[in-house]
């Protein structure tokens, strides 16, 4: 009986599917401006490397992470090797694979309910899902955080990319990439458990830069990994 | 006309290698969670990768040359000092790209 009353409770504390899912939309509303304009600077920056305006919607439902499809764009522009085009996702989005250990896939249920869940799972969606303690967070929330975030993106995509033939010649779109990095790396070191990573990072981004230009990004980011790893594995980093 | 079937087998590269790194560690998770160097990694890494892509993305940035490297600087002025005021990632970002699109858009002699 005393177990009845707990799950009846719990049952009672449970969102509907319907106010889970609003829940979620609404989760996305403070930053769906900012998305969107992010999004309209790739679509933009897609017609004016000279792709047809539906490229835009394409990277945001297929690929679906935004700063790596900006860069797609330029590589495939500047007739980048595939090999060079695979590292370069690898390392880009490298950050995504640590997202699973604090990402909530298990309140999704049903297995491409879960497979969305997984796919989209982008920095902001991320940032989203795990903002709320798991228990906030139904599946039907989680996936309606994801959709949400896909839609305003793709939306941003088309309008940046049918917008941008109508104004004509503007530039300067990509510098949403410089500038979402430089932040993104001040706001990471802010968080991050000790000034070590970053320092090796600025030591190995700086070397690769001026000497290995045109591979920088994986050799950098190669060094940072082994020497992390060996710093940790022979103690002298405190975990 | 860029090349619509080499962008075609970009995208695809991109997606599947995205989808690879989204998924694949939710299929190892158990081993992650209790490995050490992951739980180190997951935390130092990021921080780390993200600092080399800004010096990659700033590398492009020619101090001698103040047509280009001027709007430059200061869309990384606005960025940094927005975040730092408000702590809001994504005004920063959409602030400063729209400062340097204004400024290299309209401000005479810049438009290449």
């Given at each position: ?5 707990v799950n ?8 509907t599917p319907?106010?889970?899912?609003r829940?979620?939309v609404?989760d ?10 992010f999004?309209?600077a790739f679509?933009l920056h897609?017609?004016?490397s ?6 835009a919607?394409?990277f945001?439902?297929f690929?679906f ?8 764009v330029?590589?495939a522009?500047g ?9 370069t996702?690898?390392?880009?989005n490298?950050?995504?694979a ?6 909530p896939?298990?309140?999704?249920r049903?297995?491409?309910a ?6 989209a799972m982008?920095d902001?969606?991320y940032a989203?899902?795990?903002g709320r303690?798991?228990e ?5 929330r ?12 793709v939306?941003?995509g088309?309008l ?9 010649d503007?530039?300067?779109?990509e510098?949403?990439l410089?500038?979402?990095?430089v932040i993104l790396?001040?706001?990471a070191c ?6 070590v990573?970053p320092v090796?990072g600025l030591v190995?981004?700086?070397l690769?830069v001026?000497?290995v230009p045109?591979?920088a990004l994986l050799?950098?980011?190669g ?11 022979s103690?002298s980093?405190?975990a | ?5 080499r962008?075609?087998?970009v995208m695809v590269?991109g997606?599947?290698?995205t989808?690879g ?8 998770i158990?081993?992650?969670?209790r490995s050490?160097?992951?739980q180190?990694?997951?935390?130092a890494?990021p ?7 800004a010096i990659y ?7 001698t040359?103040?047509?280009s490297?001027g709007?430059?600087?200061v869309?990384l002025?606005?960025?940094?000092g927005?975040?730092r005021?408000r702590?809001n990632v994504?005004?920063a ?13 309209l401000?005479?002699g810049l438009h290449?």
């Open positions: 009986m005393i177990l009845g009353l009846s409770t719990l049952a009672l504390m449970e969102m319907a106010e889970a899912v829940g979620g609404q996305t509303l403070p930053f769906a401006l900012a998305i969107v304009a999004g309209a679509g897609v017609t004016e000279g792709f047809a305006w539906w490229w919607p394409a945001g439902i690929v992470a935004g700063s790596l499809e900006f860069l797609l330029d590589l522009l007739g980048a090797s595939l090999a060079t085009v695979a590292l996702s690898l390392l880009v490298s950050r995504h640590f997202y699973a250990l604090s990402h896939l298990h309140r999704v049903g297995r491409r879960r497979a969305y869940a997984m796919y982008t902001d969606s989203l899902t795990t303690p798991p906030d967070m139904p599946g039907s989680v996936l309606a955080v994801s959709a949400a975030v896909q839609a305003w993106w939306a941003g088309l940046g990319a049918l917008g941008g033939a109508a104004l004509g503007i530039e300067g779109a510098f949403a410089t500038a979402t990095f790396a001040l706001q802010r968080t991050a458990p000790d000034r990573a090796i190995c981004g700086l690769a001026g000497l045109a591979q050799v950098g980011s060094a940072l990994v082994l020497i992390l790893t060996l710093m940790f594995l103690g980093t405190h | 006309m860029p090349d619509d079937s962008l075609l087998a590269i997606a599947v290698i989808f790194l989204r998924t694949i560690p939710f299929a190892v158990a081993p992650m969670r050490p160097v992951v180190h990694l997951s935390l890494m921080a780390g990768v993200l600092t080399i892509l993305f700033l590398r492009d940035i020619d101090l040359d103040a047509r490297g709007p430059q600087i869309g002025l606005v960025a940094v927005l975040w005021w702590r994504s005004l970002i959409v602030a400063s790209t729209a400062t340097y699109m204004l400024v290299v858009n401000v005479p290449t």
